[in-house]
Nanobody, 123 residues
């Protein structure tokens, strides 16, 4: 089992920035990828960004490329999502997720999930 705890969400104005954190514990040796997903009301959960646990390989959704940056600190078992130039359409609950085998973009393949943190961008 891998436990994930997100933090750092909040309310920010358009154009502002937030930094989300994801702390992992438990069987962290089994982590292959850590990703951020988000889900807005009435919409499906969508991939935002992901990072390999043992390399610098990253992937981003087109909608956040050049605005969001994912990074990790293996010593702290933590992954971060720096979000800049935020837009109202970024408003959602953001989830941290772990996949133990693949670097995919689909939520159903991920094995472990955090409880989510709300990000609200006001216009």
């Amino acid at each position: 089992q891998v436990q994930l705890v997100e933090s750092g969400g909040g309310l920010v104005q358009t154009g502002g920035s937030l930094r989300l954190s994801c702390a992992a514990s438990g069987r962290t040796f089994s982590i292959y990828v850590v990703a951020w997903f988000r889900q807005a009301p009435g919409k499906e959960r969508e991939f935002v960004a992901g990072i390999r646990w043992s390399s610098d390989s990253t992937r981003y959704a087109d909608s956040v490329k050049d605005r969001f940056t994912i990074s990790r600190d293996n010593a702290k078992n933590a992954v971060y999502l720096q979000m800049n130039s935020l837009k109202p359409e970024d408003t959602a609950v953001y989830y941290c997720a772990v996949d133990t085998a693949y670097f995919g973009l689909v939520a159903r393949t991920y094995d472990y999930w955090g409880q989510g943190t709300q990000v609200t961008v006001s216009s």
